[in-house]
């Protein structure tokens, strides 16, 4: 039974790579760093199968423990600050998390005396303000953000200590990929879950920035196929990981308030100056040519099945806490003191 450690394993993708792993055989760790409250929703179905380390990306000891500890054969550093507008607010912090924990990371690896295979959470951030149209791992890199520059300064280590140590090291530079269990932050599921409410008259508007940006959406379960294919193979190397289509934020408003039956949401969606971005991404489009030649992989989920994913578990789930809250004030105020 082959051992495998997730970093970042509470995270979306982490919790979908923790249910891949554990279905093809392997023991999986995950480091969880410690909150006032463990942030277990995304795996709290997996909780008896996860064996968890204590550690946190800027503790360089917990991670050489966490390492040492699991015993791994396969490493996914999937955790950072993800988050590309947090990254202008907090630019050294993103540094620290994003940039730097992947060096934590892989110094922790170096010095391991066992094959090791790493597998690095690159971005379609680096990107930027991309020099061509469809991206490919030949495209120059331009990052727009504090968070992509980071993701680049994790990207290039990764290379060089394959490059320096012999390390089986990997870069997967994934475009954006969403699921029901994508942070409420995130523009998809802000959109998803302000759909849910609006259509069960609990909120009346969504405030929105930038609606003409244009993202390769895909869904997370299809691309965590795809970091575990890249560990699979005899040489280690870097892939771009996308579905080949884009879609502006605009069409993702329009295809899930057409979810709830409306055409005209206008009334309902408001462009707020501030959540316009210092610096925009305006257009990312993906070409994963390489990894469906090499490692057979392919997006499966269309646009289409991921917003309307997104909406349905929306909706189910408010409704389910409306029940719950509606039951509580029925008990609170029928039953005697
Ligand atoms: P999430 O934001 O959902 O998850 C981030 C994870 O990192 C969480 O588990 C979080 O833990 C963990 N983490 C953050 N800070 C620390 C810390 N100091 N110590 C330990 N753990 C920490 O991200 P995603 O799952 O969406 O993405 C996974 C990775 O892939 C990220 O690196 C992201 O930048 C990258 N990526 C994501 C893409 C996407 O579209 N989703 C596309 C390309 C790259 P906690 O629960 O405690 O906060
Ligand atoms: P992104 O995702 O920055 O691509 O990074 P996000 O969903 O935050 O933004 C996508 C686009 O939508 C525009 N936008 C808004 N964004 C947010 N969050 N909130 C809004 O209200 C809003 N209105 C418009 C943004 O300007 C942007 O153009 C994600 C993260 O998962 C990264 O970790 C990952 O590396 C990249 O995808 C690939």
Redesign the pocket.
């Known amino acids: 039974m082959p051992n495998a450690l997730i ?9 979908y790579l923790a249910e891949l792993l554990l279905q093809k055989g392997y023991r999986v760790y995950g ?3 410690r ?1 006032s409250t463990f ?1 277990s929703e995304r795996i709290s179905h997996l909780l008896n199968d996860i064996e968890f380390i204590d ?4 503790d360089q000891a917990s991670l050489i423990h966490a390492v040492r500890h699991s015993r791994a054969d396969e490493i996914y ?7 590309v507008g947090t990254s202008f607010l907090q630019p050294v912090a993103t540094g620290e ?2 940039a730097l ?1 992947a060096a934590r990371m892989l110094e922790a690896v170096r010095f391991v005396d066992r094959p090791v295979r790493f597998y690095q ?5 680096m990107f930027g303000k991309a020099q061509t149209i469809p991206q490919n791992e030949h495209t120059p890199f331009y990052p727009r953000s504090p ?1 992509g520059v980071a ?1 680049l300064y994790a990207h290039w280590m990764t290379v060089n200590f394959r490059e320096s140590y012999d390390l089986f090291a990997c870069s997967g ?6 699921s029901p ?3 409420l932050e ?1 523009v998809t599921r802000k959109i998803s879950h302000a759909v849910a409410r609006i259509h069960l008259g609990l909120q009346d508007k969504l405030k929105l920035g930038n609606l003409e940006a244009k993202r390769d959406w895909g869904f ?1 379960g299809d ?1 965590v196929q795809a970091m575990w294919l890249m560990l699979q193979q005899e040489e280690p190397d870097d892939y771009v990981i996308a579905t080949g289509v884009s879609h502006s934020v605009r069409e993702f408003v329009d295809a899930a308030f057409d979810y709830i039956g409306i055409d005209d949401w206008s009334p309902y969606v408001e462009i707020e100056p501030q959540l316009f971005r210092p610096a925009e991404v305006d257009q990312l489009l993906g070409d994963a040519s390489k990894a469906h030649e090499k490692l057979g992989w392919a997006s499966v989920t269309s646009f289409e099945d991921i917003v309307r994913s997104m909406v349905e578990h929306d909706i189910r789930q408010l409704t389910q806490a409306e029940a719950i809250i509606k039951n509580a004030s029925y008990l609170l105020t029928a039953q005697p003191c």
């Open positions: 970093t970042g394993i509470t995270g979306q993708d982490g919790s480091i969880v760093r909150a942030n550690a946190d990306l800027l550093n999937l955790a950072a600050m993800s988050f998390y994003t924990s959470a690159s971005t379609s951030e968070y993701k530079i994934l475009f954006n990929h969403e269990r994508r942070g995130f997370a691309y």
